[in-house]
């Protein structure tokens, strides 16, 4: 599986992206797709998930409210919208695909997914 991610860039505080995520080749065995982000000098940190059939999604309790995961399975796309960005936001974005099936638990966990984009930057400005 292949996953390029879009949509980064730079933005002041207060705005909102939208980060696109387009999976190809052996997307069948997909079970989930999550975003995860990594700040410079900090761990890399889980920010949302969706199942990929079901739809339902995961994310951290800091993340509640102003990101939003959703999925297009048409286009094996994953998106995922921030709103009200703040500078603390700024770090590199990554999806990732998990391939099998996984507990509420462990689907917030990097180590358990398979495939992971480039990533893409996000900046926000104060």
């Known amino acids: 599986v292949q996953l390029v991610e879009s949509g980064g860039g730079l933005v002041q505080a207060g705005g909102s992206l939208r980060l696109s995520c387009a999976a190809s080749?052996?997307?069948?065995?997909?079970?989930?797709m999550g975003w995860f982000r990594q700040a410079p000098g900090k761990e890399r940190e889980f920010v949302a998930a969706i199942t990929w059939s079901g739809g339902t999604r995961y994310y951290p309790d800091s993340a509640k409210g102003r990101f939003t995961i959703s999925r297009d399975t048409a286009k094996n796309t994953v998106y995922l919208q921030i709103d009200s960005l703040k500078p603390e936001d700024t770090a590199v974005y990554y999806c990732?695909?998990?391939?099998?099936?996984?507990?509420?638990?462990?689907?917030?966990?990097?180590?358990?997914?398979?495939?992971w984009g480039q990533g893409t930057q996000v900046t926000v400005s104060s």
């Open positions: 990732a695909v998990e391939s099998t099936w996984s507990t509420g638990w462990a689907i917030r966990r990097g180590e358990n997914y398979d495939y």
């Open positions: 080749g052996r997307t069948s065995g997909v079970y989930a």
